[in-house]
């Protein structure tokens, strides 16, 4: 699951990145990161990791020590960009988020776009604890979440793509 999850969130994350106009270089290193973002969580057991019912909140701890896991794996071989990014993936605008509670403009734009790639890819992929939700229901929970949780910029580039793609009815 995780392997064709990280492609899936490399590829949203592309289309985002290209349609807000980011710049090449910026791109690459996008891409990169979003592909890894998750490699942290070969540390987690797999009875975590597939566990259909609710994590205890030990469980849960070892969940949020995969973006700094991710880092430790990749910084003797990344730049710095790059290991930021993956990092700050699960990092939310209003400074709930972990592994640093950082808020709004501290995150990196590019870890904002991770973000809302990793969350809409989870949200429509069949999970150990639940089934996937339809595309229109994913986007009304990023909807949900912008300017909390998501950048709202980056959740309407993601809507725009999916209605030009035909993956997404106007929900309006």
């Not at 290209?18 to 891409?31: H, K, Q, V, W």
């Not at 987690?44 to 609710?54: C, M, S, T, V, Y």
Request: glycine content about 6%; proline content about 3%.
């Amino acid at each position: 699951y995780t392997h064709n999850h990280s492609i899936r969130v490399e590829q949203y994350s592309l289309k985002i990145a290209s349609r807000m106009g980011l710049p090449n270089d910026m791109l690459l290193t996008l891409a990169v990161a979003s592909l890894f973002h998750d490699i942290g969580k070969v540390n987690i057991p797999d009875e975590i990791l597939n566990k259909a019912g609710r994590l205890t909140e030990l469980e849960f701890e070892y969940i949020r020590h995969h973006p700094s896991d991710s880092v430790k794996m990749l910084s003797s071989k990344v730049e710095q960009d790059l290991t930021t990014i993956v990092e700050q993936h699960h990092e939310k605008l209003d400074g709930s988020g972990y592994p640093m509670g950082l808020k709004g403009d501290e995150i990196m734009l590019e870890a904002r776009i991770v973000a809302v790639a990793d969350a809409f890819d989870a949200m429509t992929s069949d999970r150990s604890y639940r089934k996937a939700m339809s595309f229109n229901e994913a986007i009304l929970e990023l909807e949900t979440g912008a300017g909390v949780q998501f950048e709202p910029e980056v959740v309407e580039t993601l809507k725009e793509i999916l209605i030009d793609e035909g993956k997404l009815t106007k929900i309006y």
